[in-house]
């Protein structure tokens, strides 16, 4: 017999004999009737869980997770306000289902159905996913709560402080909200889970504001894996800056004390608490899972007779809140009910065609104030001296400091975050003097952990803020990847567009640096960010047009909720020349702060109509040289600068090589997974010119004199080109 059966047999059994598990008397302050609304929450809990597994077998239903065991969340919902931002764990419908009860006129156990039957008017995620989450209850979906929920969960409780000193206009949470963040034992170990406590305790220990509720929802098991027993208590109870709680879950009312107790505590001193709550869990881990295939018969069973919902009915009698045939009944409904409303669920419509599914990829546009840019007098006491020197060309990483001066003078719910971001100015001195122009709390100096970088970043914007991190090298994007993949370009995308993290993500990259740093700062792949739907991607390859790209990428962000990535490249930073020495050919005067490149909008330097050379970044300059040396020859060329990178600007590149008699491409990241593979496709599928690539070989970079010898070079595409135009080298 399926073991949800014989837990729901137990209960009826149990109940009506009166055959309930032995406990402490119920304290504490939860009032009768909020005792009853956490009992019948814990009923449509299980109720759901049932008629989700129901509606699996019989093909109407899809994979499922189940919050059974788990429904003493209800009483941590009812200790806590709907404003307060909820990430939970994908245990804890009794949280979502309490919640409901709080804010009039929710349909919940219609949502939840809806969403368990994937139909596309499931109105969190549109049918995309069976998540929790509700806009109206203040909860964003998550989509998998591994722990990479949690340095978000950071990200949005350090944004409340930040809100009240610096007040963005599409703030959501009020000033005396906190953040609720909820998990399983098991992920409390991950590495991810292991930064975010530590980045809480870190930012706690400096008593900076960070109003945020862990709650780790401890069942001892980790899929088949058990959790040491005590493991939890031991590794939490003395943790510096992170204020330890311990309640137990199968008691509602010694639930709702403590988490009453943890939550004024983290109001009121504005302080990050860890509350430990120790459950059951019932049925398995997810779908079909037979906890008996790795747990002895006597243990399942054993948990099953600890069943909280027979605790709540012994509870609540000897509260004198409600009759154990009066909790009997209200099961009994709760579950007619609820096959009643799934018969109608079931029918309802699905999503179907892969526009369907991809209409929430891209987030909504958001209607924003006007500006009209900084007040000169504002610019000028912003920029100081250095105003003189916009009337002379300049450096690349001037120009992009510049740049972001104007627009955090433009926009004041910009925030940088970010490693040495703020005092030191950045490694390369891009954001030199912004600490002193616009204070530490918008050029935050963060911990040494990107995942946190990121999931600051991410929660930030849930809260109005316009982020800007920045990771130090792109190789060490692949520490928190997933913080984009898995956490910020999925948001709009499961919540049908209703939550969105709009940012622009500044990394430091590609190859090219003269002895410095080999494969660990010098990562020429960006293959894992053009993989990620959704995400922009723009690199540009002078200071002009970084300064014009930047302020494009702060419209996609503000205006379109859109995840950027800027990608800076480290060589073009300090670079002056272009053909010889003292040129000064590849510094650009600072363009007017109205100047901008749009989205898509390609580069064509030259109108050669022997070959285009297609490239990027690096590939500009370079490629820039060569042309030269090819003209010299006799053979007119003219270089496309792709710019945005993803999605690629189809389109502009196919009109920008019209009338090219062949088509070079040149591409700095690697020959497997690189750009040229899209590249070649792209001209392939919409022209009939001969087309060769140009790419970096499939290895690490270097240090020292060999730093280039795996990428393109100015000679290197000087000959391929000839060679493509079937000329002598």
């Not at 009240?164 to 906190?178: F, G, T, Y």
């Not at 980045?199 to 069942?219: G, H, K, M, R």
């Not at 930047?550 to 490249?569: D, K, N, S």
Request: charged share 20%; net charge negative.
């Amino acid at each position: 017999m399926d073991r949800a059966e014989i837990v729901h047999e137990n209960f009826l059994r149990r109940v009506a004999a009166h055959d309930l598990p032995a406990g402490a008397a119920p304290t504490g302050p939860l009032a009768q009737a909020d005792a009853v609304a956490a009992f019948r929450a814990g009923c449509l809990t299980r109720a759901l869980d049932r008629q989700s597994r129901a509606m699996q077998k019989a093909g109407q239903g899809f994979y499922t997770i189940g919050s059974s065991g788990h429904e003493g969340l209800a009483a941590v919902a009812l200790a806590l306000r709907p404003t307060d931002m909820a990430f939970l764990h994908y245990r804890d419908a009794a949280f979502q289902i309490a919640r409901a009860g709080q804010v009039p006129g929710q349909s919940i156990a219609w949502d939840m159905l809806l969403s368990f039957a994937a139909s596309s008017e499931d109105p969190i995620s549109g049918g995309r996913h069976k998540v929790l989450g509700s806009k109206r209850l203040n909860i964003p979906p998550q989509t998998s709560t591994i722990a990479s929920h949690l340095p978000k969960a950071v990200g949005a409780a350090y944004a409340i402080g930040a809100a009240r000193r610096h007040r963005p206009e599409h703030r959501e949470l009020p000033d005396d909200a906190i953040v609720y963040c909820s998990f399983g034992d098991a992920s409390a170990n991950h590495s991810t889970a292991q930064g975010a406590f530590n980045t809480a305790q870190w930012t706690s220990y400096q008593s900076i504001p960070l109003p945020l509720l862990f709650v780790c929802e401890d069942n001892g098991i980790g899929i088949s894996t058990k959790t040491p027993k005590g493991w939890i208590a031991a590794t939490f109870r003395n943790r510096a800056g992170l204020k330890y709680f311990h309640c137990d879950g199968l008691d509602i009312y010694d639930t709702y004390r403590v988490a009453q107790e943890a939550a004024a505590y983290v109001r009121t001193r504005r302080k990050p608490a860890f509350l430990h709550m120790g459950t059951i869990r019932l049925y398995g881990h997810a779908g079909a899972d037979v906890p008996t295939t790795y747990l002895s018969r006597e243990e399942v069973e054993s948990e099953e007779a600890n069943d909280p919902l027979l605790h709540s009915v012994r509870l609540l009698e000897q509260a004198g809140a409600l009759a154990p045939d009066a909790a009997l009944r209200i099961y009994e409904e709760t579950c007619d009910r609820v096959a009643r409303v799934a018969a109608d669920a079931v029918k309802r419509p699905r999503l179907k065609t892969a526009s369907d599914v991809m209409a929430s990829l891209i987030p909504p546009k958001r209607a924003c104030r006007p500006t009209n840019g900084p007040s000169a007098e504002a610019r000028a006491a912003a920029f100081g001296g250095d105003a003189k020197a916009m009337e002379e060309p300049q450096i690349m990483s001037r120009l992009i400091n510049w740049a972001l001066t104007d627009l955090m003078l433009e926009h004041p719910e910009i925030v940088m975050m970010g490693e040495d971001v703020g005092r030191k100015g950045g490694v390369y001195g891009v954001t030199q003097k912004l600490i002193h122009r616009f204070g530490p709390d918008r050029m935050i100096d963060t911990l040494l952990d990107e995942q946190s970088i990121l999931g600051l970043a991410i929660g930030m914007a849930q809260n109005g803020f316009i982020p800007m991190p920045e990771i130090q090298f792109l190789a060490y994007l692949h520490n928190a990847e997933d913080q984009i993949r898995g956490e910020a370009a999925t948001l709009s995308f499961f919540s049908n567009g209703q939550y969105t993290n709009p940012m622009v993500l500044r990394i430091a990259g590609l190859g090219y640096q003269k002895g410095f740093g080999g494969h660990f700062h010098n990562d020429n792949s960006v293959a894992v960010i053009r993989d990620i739907p959704g995400v922009i991607l723009a690199c540009p390859s002078n200071g002009a047009d970084a300064a014009k790209m930047l302020r494009e990428c702060v419209r996609l962000a503000r205006e379109e909720q859109r995840v950027v990535v800027f990608l800076e490249p480290i060589a073009l930073y300090p670079m002056r020349d272009l053909h010889g020495e003292k040129d000064g050919g590849w510094m650009c005067r600072y363009p007017d702060p109205s100047e901008t490149i749009a989205l898509g909008e390609v580069g064509v330097h030259g109108d050669g109509q022997d070959v285009a050379i297609v490239t990027f970044g690096n590939g500009t300059y370079l490629s820039r040289q060569a042309a030269r040396r090819l003209a010299e020859t006799g053979v007119n060329a003219r270089v496309v600068d792709i710019r945005w990178l993803s999605p690629l600007p189809g389109d502009a590149l196919v009109e920008a090589v019209s009338g090219a008699g062949r088509i070079l491409i040149v591409d700095e990241t690697r020959r497997s997974g690189g750009l040229a593979e899209a590249l070649m496709a792209l001209f392939a599928e919409r022209t009939d010119v001969p087309t060769a690539r140009l790419t970096a070989e499939d290895s690490f970079i270097a240090t020292g004199p060999a730093y280039a010898a795996t990428m393109p070079s100015a000679d290197g595409i000087h000959d391929a080109a000839m060679a493509l135009i079937g000329g002598a080298k």
